[in-house]
Each structure stands twice: as structure tokens, then as C-alpha cells.
């Protein structure tokens, strides 16, 4: 799913993956007609960068994904540490 970001209003539309194509097609249109940029809000299914930049697609935001994958990293290790009492994710470098 796409979340599409208002620069102006802050709305996130979210958007169907079947309807990018159509979406794609109109932010092209839209491009060709204001000169604001258009902001994506990144997710699991958002597309490559070449493909954003092809339709018009000028900035990314990754929100809070950084911030709640190093909790949840850490959690991870906080489990092992406490459950298994072993350091293997910290000493191994398999998240390096």
C-alpha cells in the first residue's frame, strides 16, 4: 500500500496497489502542471526509486520506520540476552 502526503493540507492518502498504475498516470498529469512537490510516504510496497522519480514523485519520508525497527531490534536483543542468556545478535555482526 501506498501513502501518498499532502505538502500543503499533511493529509496521507492511502492507496490501493492496483490503482498505482492510474495513480502513476495522474501524477505525471499533475506534474506537468504545478511546480509544488510531491511527497510519498514510504511503506513495504512503495516502488523503486527509479519508478517514483519516473512519475513525478520528488521526495520520501520514512516516517517513524527507522526509529520503531531499532526498538524492535533492540527488543530483540533485550529478549535473547534476558530468555537465552547469549549475546549472538550483538557479537555475531548478522545485523551489521
Known amino acids: ?16 496497489p492496483a490503482v498505482c498504475e492510474m495513480i502513476g498516470r ?3 498529469k499533475i506534474r506537468k502542471e504545478i511546480s509544488l512537490p510531491i ?8 516502488p523503486s526509486l527509479a519508478e517514483l522519480s519516473n512519475i513525478g514523485i520528488e521526495r520520501l519520508s520514512c516516517g517513524s520506520a527507522p526509529f520503531r525497527a531499532s526498538v524492535s531490534l533492540l527488543q ?11 549475546f549472538h545478535q550483538i557479537t555475531d555482526g548478522s545485523f551489521l
Open 1 to 16: 500500500m501506498l501513502f501518498l502526503h499532502h505538502p500543503i493540507t499533511s493529509s496521507i492518502f492511502s492507496v490501493i
Open 26 to 28: 495522474l501524477l505525471k
Open 39 to 46: 511527497n510519498l510516504l514510504v511503506s513495504a510496497e512503495t
Open 76 to 86: 530483540s536483543i533485550n529478549e535473547e540476552i534476558i530468555n537465552n542468556q547469549t
